[in-house]
């Protein structure tokens, strides 16, 4: 669900924005939105900063405690020079600040918000107090010591191996596979990347039947007449022509030929499968620098990230310990995974009793090694439907461990090449240490809801979960416009409807929605007139009865008749039960983050100087002009 359910709703009645009203809309199946009271905190730690923004950015220790309460209050909201020590500094959280990258972020989260029109320094001191709850929050989250919880150190880790990766692999590895001039001469030479626009045809014809396809197209046959006869792809709709291709990505047969080429020239035909290959030259360009050199770090990218992992884990000599593999395996098919989690000792290892086996360290690799805990996550190994995790063979178990410790040696082997050391860097692993940390404090305050309490929540918010407007239509969805088009000259006709799907090979689909029709399916399905998509807008100009002309969608090319209208209506429980289980959960928690932050805002008030928060430049282009 989309809602504009920003931190401005909880800061709105501090500042006196007044409260936004909310609307709701029926989210996708499998979606989670973020609960009101944390939706800008974590659109905030989860933004890239440009390089050189963290200088001065304080790192809190996992031990750090809270600060306790003062004595009193300041009389002023003021920082002292010795305090600002650091330049840019705009307000003081017990030991954490609040710098121009922190409110340049709430910016782009709170751009939109009306105050920012109509009251601009109001919506200043909205960012500043955004910032600010951000830090307690965070400050709250580490003195609770959910920083040493092992599930949470554990996500904290994969998403600090995703932006570590992102960073290796712009300082390191492109830089790596970027072509020299003398690479580019090679391939040059090659011929591989010479660009070629050609027609093609693709028969399952017989052997014989093909040749002579082939050479009545030598003899001056037209190509496209001969590929609507014979072709089966796809372009023998559209006069066989496949456009322009390098002649390294057609079939290998051709290469050598095809280097030759001269426009007109016939090639063929080449074996693919059960199928033979012809092609037929119009053009022939040679790439400049800039375009082979881009064409050949594309090819060489698309291995980049799991070659990285090979060299990581050769680099560290990671192995699996073969006596572990049958005991892991034998485990796994005969327990539960959490049951297995229990029984180990702290080490991570269990010893061997009656037919249970004795599981130990799993892989070893320099300076570190791996048990079954380390394996057992669920983001590692996911559980099935009975609990277990099925580890069917050693290959499967190689891919769990490497899966669980690829994060740390990514960042081990940033520790070593000193790019962790970087202000950027450094920045953005405690925003997510702390958007990680801050979101566990949640999970765990808040418990899980029942089915009777969610079932209240609708009862009691049921005006919010309204089912607008809609028309009913019947709608079959084509791969080719111009097949669609034939289709639409008597689509009104039943009996024409019928033919054509039986014909065509198409398939009826119940339930269907305007995203989940693809080519070849057919379904009467409802469109909102509060829908955007193509499908739905040009839906809503029609009357009963009256057909559509071809829509392109993002699906295909969509043919509909209008069946009839529904009317407005609340929606069931049965319905909208997944959102409103997630909304009464974000409420709740919605609920919880209020209360801690006016408990953290009275024990750890925050030291300002307001007069750098409006000397601040945010570099946002207002209606008035300028970028104040």
């Known amino acids: 669900m989309n809602r504009d359910r920003e931190f401005g709703v909880l800061m709105g009645e501090r500042c006196g924005a007044g409260r936004p009203a909310r609307t709701t809309a029926i989210r996708m199946p499998g979606t989670r939105s973020i609960p009101a009271a944390l939706a800008a905190l974590a659109v905030l730690l989860s933004l890239p900063l440009g390089p050189g923004t963290a200088k001065g950015a304080r790192q809190p220790s996992p031990g750090t405690k809270a600060s306790p309460r003062p004595k009193s209050a300041p009389s002023a909201a003021k920082i002292s020079s010795a305090t600002s020590a650091a330049q840019g500094t705009i307000a003081l959280i017990a030991d954490r600040r609040v710098e121009e990258a922190d409110i340049r972020r709430a910016a782009l989260v709170m751009e939109r918000d009306p105050l920012r029109k109509t009251n601009h320094a109001l919506w200043r001191k909205k960012l500043l107090d955004l910032c600010v709850d951000r830090e307690l929050l965070a400050l709250e989250a580490e003195r609770t010591g959910l920083l040493n919880d092992p599930s949470v150190m554990r996500r904290i880790e994969r998403s600090n191996a995703d932006l570590l990766y992102a960073a290796i692999r712009a300082r390191v590895l492109i830089p790596e596979v970027t072509p020299t001039a003398s690479e580019i001469d090679t391939a040059r030479a090659g011929g591989l990347y010479r660009r070629v626009k050609v027609q093609y045809i693709l028969a399952v014809t017989d052997r014989q039947t093909t040749f002579k396809v082939y050479e009545e197209l030598q003899n001056g046959a037209r190509f496209d007449s001969v590929a609507t006869l014979y072709s089966m792809h796809p372009s023998a709709a559209k006069g066989s022509g496949l456009g322009w291709r390098r002649i390294g990505s057609l079939n290998q047969e051709a290469w050598k030929p095809l280097q030759h080429a001269k426009p007109g020239d016939v090639f063929g035909p080449y074996v693919n499968g059960e199928a033979h290959e012809i092609y037929k030259v119009e053009a022939i360009e040679e790439p400049d620098d800039a375009e082979l050199r881009e064409t050949m770090l594309r090819d060489r990218q698309t291995l980049l990230e799991p070659r990285y992992h090979v060299r990581l884990l050769q680099k560290y000599k990671f192995q699996i310990v073969p006596d572990q593999v049958s005991s892991v395996i034998f485990a796994s098919a005969t327990e539960k995974a959490d049951s297995i989690l229990a029984s180990l000792d702290a080490r991570g290892r269990r010893p061997k009793e009656g037919v249970r086996p004795g599981l130990g360290v799993i892989a070893r690799l320099e300076g570190d090694s791996l048990t079954y805990r380390d394996i057992g996550s669920p983001d590692v190994l996911p559980r099935e439907p009975d609990g277990k995790v099925h580890i069917h063979d050693s290959s499967q178990l190689l891919m769990a461990c490497a899966m669980a410790v690829l994060p740390r040696l990514i960042a081990r082997d940033v520790r070593e090449r000193g790019i962790d050391k970087e202000p950027d860097i450094a920045r953005r692993l405690r925003l997510i240490r702390e958007e990680v940390s801050t979101r566990a404090m949640v999970e765990h305050a808040v418990p899980p809801l029942d089915s009777v309490r969610i079932r209240a929540y609708f009862d009691s918010h049921g005006s919010r979960y309204r089912r607008p407007a809609a028309r009913r239509a019947l709608v079959a969805v084509f791969a080719s416009e111009d097949t669609a088009r034939m289709a639409a000259s008597g689509w009104s006709r039943a009996s024409y409807r019928d033919s054509v799907y039986r014909v065509q090979g198409f398939r009826k689909r119940e339930g269907a929605s305007a995203r989940s029709l693809w080519p070849r399916f057919y379904g009467e399905i409802s469109l909102l007139d509060t829908?955007?998509?193509?499908?739905?807008?040009?839906?809503?100009?029609?009357?009963?009865?009256?057909?559509?002309?071809?829509?392109?969608?993002?699906?295909?090319?969509?043919?509909?008749?209008?069946?009839?209208?529904?009317?407005?209506?609340?929606?069931?429980?049965?319905?909208?039960?997944?959102?409103?289980?997630?909304?009464?959960?974000?409420?709740?928690?919605?609920?919880?983050?209020?209360?801690?932050?006016?408990?953290?805002?009275?024990?750890?008030?925050?030291?300002?100087?307001?007069?750098?928060?409006?000397?601040?430049?945010?570099?946002?282009?207002?209606?008035?002009?300028?970028?104040?």
């Not at 805002?601 to 307001?610: L, S, W």
């Open 531 to 628: 829908d955007s998509d193509p499908l739905s807008v040009a839906a809503r100009s029609l009357q009963p009865n009256q057909i559509s002309p071809v829509i392109a969608s993002p699906n295909g090319y969509a043919v509909a008749i209008v069946t009839g209208r529904e009317a407005a209506r609340g929606y069931t429980f049965e319905e909208v039960s997944g959102l409103v289980a997630v909304d009464a959960r974000e409420d709740a928690e919605n609920t919880w983050v209020t209360a801690q932050l006016e408990r953290l805002r009275a024990a750890t008030p925050a030291r300002m100087v307001p007069a750098r928060l409006e000397a601040l430049r945010l570099g946002m282009n207002s209606d008035m002009g300028g970028t104040r």
